[in-house]
């Protein structure tokens, strides 16, 4: 009987460790998350898009890249550590000119994300998203 007391006293301490931690992360750390999709469509032929609801790429062909880019703004009077974290199918096919910064109270940057396609891709659209995660940094890592 003092066995079941135990384990159900360390699963709810372990419990409660866990919401707290999360509470801790979801409120004191992360400031803001924006996200995007990002696409791309493989063709024949160029084509641009002036869309900005997301990061479109446009139309390129096999072998060639695109390069969008985008303003983050830092309208808190401090400090905020800003990481991109990019998903999907064109993932890998991206580059992202700047990540895991520090921007500084009300400032601005401009992020450049490039697609460079293969010459083996096939014709088609190609998609992903892309997160920016702004942090507030009590310590300056």
Same mark, same amino acid.
């Given at each position: ?11 709810? =301490? /372990?419990a409660?460790? *866990? ?11 992360i400031?803001? +998350?924006? %996200? ?17 609801d997301?990061i ?5 062909k096999?072998?060639t ?5 985008i303003?983050?703004?830092?309208k ?5 550590? =800003? /990481?991109?974290?990019? *998903? ?12 895991n910064? +520090?921007? %500084?109270g ?16 096939d014709?088609?659209?190609y998609?992903?998203k ?12």
């Amino acid at each position: 009987m003092e066995i079941n007391r135990f384990f159900l006293l360390l699963i709810v =301490v /372990v419990a409660l460790f *866990s919401f707290s931690t999360y509470f801790f992360y979801d409120y004191f750390v992360i400031e803001n +998350i924006i %996200k995007l999709n990002m696409s791309v469509k493989v063709s024949d032929h160029f084509g641009l898009t002036a869309d900005s609801d997301a990061i479109k790429f446009g139309m390129i062909k096999p072998g060639t890249s695109s390069e969008r880019s985008i303003i983050v703004n830092n309208k808190a009077a401090y400090p905020l550590r =800003v /990481v991109i974290i990019k *998903s999907g199918y064109i993932a890998d096919w991206v580059k992202v000119s700047e990540n895991n910064f +520090i921007l %500084k109270g009300n400032e601005s940057r401009q992020i450049n994300f490039e697609v460079f396609v293969l010459n083996n891709i096939d014709f088609g659209n190609y998609t992903g998203k892309v997160k920016i995660i702004f942090k507030k940094t009590y310590f300056n890592r």
